[in-house]
């Protein structure tokens, strides 16, 4: 199991950056997957969630109307389209499932996003 993230990235308030996660190694199509990220000094959040067809998606109230996550199941990728950043989205960002038979969470390496002035 891989989960390869990129897209990340230095940016300025207001402007906008695509996250990116590769998946392989399981059926992609068959997990809702999950975008997380964690401050310096913080706990990891869930920031947005995706059922495994696309179909639902969940978003903290934190980012709510700036970002959008989707997914091609056909490319095995989830992406997360970030506008209107902030400095308080400043965090390191990870792709995540869940394996519920086996109980297993599954991370990327995570990509750093920086907002700055």
């Known amino acids: 199991v891989q989960l390869v993230e990129s897209g990340g990235g230095l940016v300025q308030p207001g402007g906008s950056l695509r996250l990116s996660c590769f998946a392989s190694g399981f059926t992609f199509s068959s997990y809702v997957m999950r975008w997380y990220r964690q401050a310096p000094g913080k706990e990891r959040e869930l920031v947005a969630s995706?059922?495994?067809?696309?179909?639902?998606?969940n978003y903290a109230d934190s980012v709510k109307g700036r970002f959008t996550i989707s997914r091609d199941n056909a490319k095995n990728t989830v992406t997360l389209q970030m506008n209107s950043l902030k400095f308080e989205d400043t965090a390191v960002y990870y792709c995540n499932f869940y394996r519920r038979v086996a109980g297993t969470n599954y991370w990327g390496q995570g990509t750093q996003v920086t907002v700055s002035s």
């Open positions: 995706i059922d495994s067809i696309g179909s639902s998606t």
